[in-house]
Each structure stands twice: as C-alpha cells, then as structure tokens.
C-alpha cells in the first residue's frame, strides 16, 4: 500500500509558539489531502481539504489564521498551529486520496501545547 | 449531507471466533464508495476494505467481508478467524465526490 511519512510524531511546545507538521506521500502522487483532528477514542474531525497549488478549504469552525497549510507539491503538504494554546492539544493527522477514493494517513501527530 | 452510524462503541471477540461490526449511513447519491478504515493502539489509520456501491458484489479481503445491502444503506463488517493484532478501533466511512464522512468508531477488543 501508499506510503504517507507524517513528522513530528510527537511535539510538546510552550503557550505562544508556533508548531509545523509535516505530511508526505513517499511512493505516489496525489493532489487532494486532508487534514484531520482526533480527540481520544473520538472520530476523525476533518479540519480541511488541501489541493496542489491552492488554497485550502476549511471547514466551518476552523481558523485558517491559526491552521496554516501549505501544499506546494503533490508530494508535500504542511499543517502549521500558530500562536499553539493549550486548547489546540490534539492529535492530528494527514492523508492523501487517491483516484478511487482510498486514503492513505500519515501516523498523526501528538501535540501538547504547555 | 451524509450520515454514518455506528451504533456499537465498544464490542469483544473470543480469538479465533467471528465478529460483525454495524454501520448504517444515510446519503441520497446513487454512487458512492464505503469503507472500513482500522485504527490500532498506534492510531495509525489503515484501510480493511473499500466497496463500491454500484458493485452488487460484497468485498473480501482474506478474514475481513462485508455485508452491503444498498437499499437498506447498511454496510457491516464480518472479521472471522479473530486474531489479537485485529483489536482496534474500526472506523465506517463514506465517500463521494473526494469528500470522506466517518463514524463515530466501533472498539474492538480480542480476548486470547
């Protein structure tokens, strides 16, 4: 199956800093990712769709201030939490669809805002 | 929009036995995709299977089958053979037009 490397696998950072997360697919090539949030024993909530070379989309509630993606490639995309608080403690994670609608995810990230 | 449930949160097997996880959805598309994604204590997200709903066909996938019955918009999912690797939490999704809707997630637990 498709590959998608996601790192940091686990960041703890201070109140006020800012935390990028990187998503990449290692074996193929897709424009569409996603971003998703994922509190403990809860479900994936998407948190916005990204295509190479656009603007990402993001779901209602999400501030695209403070979530800032970047997908330069249709091999890289990046998940970037300014100014983190505590609130934003959560594990993220990426994936990549490919044309038959499969998603391949990255491994997540834990991040705990201190 | 598009529903899915899954009304089962938590559910355990005996090792070696068979065990069906529950997901119905709701969607007024024709064409659609179903999938059942697992989540071990990794929580690295995999894909079981995946059907197409214009396929009358159940999918397999070696101990992992399903039960579609699109009139009745109900998408189980039949483990046989239980092994302990299979505990997880199991995941329903529906897809159509790039965009994916999950359930809430069934945790499975299998007893040696």
């Known amino acids: 199956g498709a590959v998608v490397s996601q790192h940091p696998s686990r960041v703890i950072c201070k109140s006020g800093t800012s935390v990028k997360i990187e998503c990449r697919s290692l074996d193929f090539q897709a424009t569409t990712m996603f971003w998703y949030r994922q509190f403990p024993k809860q479900s994936l909530m998407l948190m916005a769709t990204?295509?190479?070379?656009?603007?990402?989309?993001?779901e209602q509630g999400v501030e695209k201030d403070k979530f800032l993606i970047n997908h330069a490639s249709l091999t890289l995309s990046t998940l970037t939490v300014t100014s983190a608080h505590p609130e934003d403690s959560s594990f993220y994670i990426c994936?990549?669809?490919?044309?038959?609608?499969?998603?391949?995810f990255g491994s997540g990230t834990q991040l705990s805002v201190l | 929009a598009q529903t899915v449930t899954q009304s089962q949160p938590e559910m355990s097997v005996q090792e070696a036995e068979t065990v069906t996880l529950s997901c119905t959805y709701d969607t007024s598309e024709n064409n659609y995709y179903l999938f059942w994604y697992k989540q071990p204590p990794s929580r690295q997200m995999i894909l079981v299977i995946r059907q197409e709903a214009y396929k009358q066909q159940n999918a397999t996938e070696n101990r992992f089958s399903v039960n579609f019955q699109k009139a009745a918009k109900s998408f189980s999912l039949k483990i046989s053979d239980s092994q302990l690797g299979d505990t997880a939490m199991y995941f329903c999704a529906f897809s159509n037009a790039g965009k994916s809707t999950f359930g809430d997630g069934t945790t499975l637990t299998v007893k040696p």
């Open positions: 994936s990549y669809r490919v044309p038959d609608e499969k998603l391949f």
């Open positions: 990204s295509n190479e070379g656009s603007k990402a989309t993001y």
